[in-house]
């Protein structure tokens, strides 16, 4: 798999030059470098970015609403009362976040509402159920590289699915998957770029692992035990040491023998990032920000069609 997106690169690299990243710069990167250097030390502003309190409703907790006057979108951040300043510090820089990650993913819609983050030290803490918000748990128990975890690499990647969601569905496993930690290791590699690389390591360690059929991530199979409950004791044995081994049917399976695919997870997160920023390292990052904004915007559209018609890449060997 490795080798195959590596000869993706080059072929494609042979007749399309790279380009330049063409990520957010300017005033906007450095308003967003600002405010989430020192979050805890100092509450920074950010140009455009208002944050008002939201006052505890009922059975709630208190939060802020924080407000980008550039793209009017909204963002609520949560908190039990001990981690106000907590909130209060990092508002300004999630605001900023999410402004990037706006142009990185791209969120070209205005006035879209974020996902919500909680900040609680409530392992079992569940929002009230009002229909209109998801919110994100965020850990605080002291663990600090947690929070700087979730805060800073696993909430734009859930925020790139919040987008996709509300765009379209039908999205194949591997392009939602990849688009989502592709987009967010560009905001990751600016306000923590030791985190985005110690992310992209783990990624290249599984990425060598096994073969990741992408295009069947997500797809229904048999429950691999469905099969294996009905092998006599000597098969049974056979089937877990053997990964080839194709046992003899006939079978039955129920509703319930029928699974989603999410094998080999590690691998097809490495090899769905692998296959962005193969694309990017072709084709540049505003061709692969086009391609992403024609999947989005067409509920029908297949992007390894328009892999094929934008860009002239055939994704369907990197997919088997
Ligand atoms: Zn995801």
Redesign the pocket.
Known sequence: MRIAFLALAVAAAAISPAFAAAHPSGDDSTALIDACRAPESATRTVPGIAVADIPAAAGDLPGLLIRDATNQAEARLYYEPAFEQMARAHAPCWGAMLRDLAQVVPETRLGIRWASIVLTSDRDYVPPRDGTDARWTALVDGDEAHLEQFLFLVMP??ET?SVQTARRDGLPRWF??GH?EWAALQVTALVRPEVAAAQRARHAAAATDADAHLGAWGSMRVSPEAIRRQLSPEDQQRFDKDPDFDPPGPFHFGPGDIVSDESNLETRYAAALALFDALEAAHGTSAVREWIAAVLADPEADPVALARTMLGEDLTPLLA
Do not use: L, N, R, V
């Open positions: 990647h859930e699915h939602e998957e989502a």
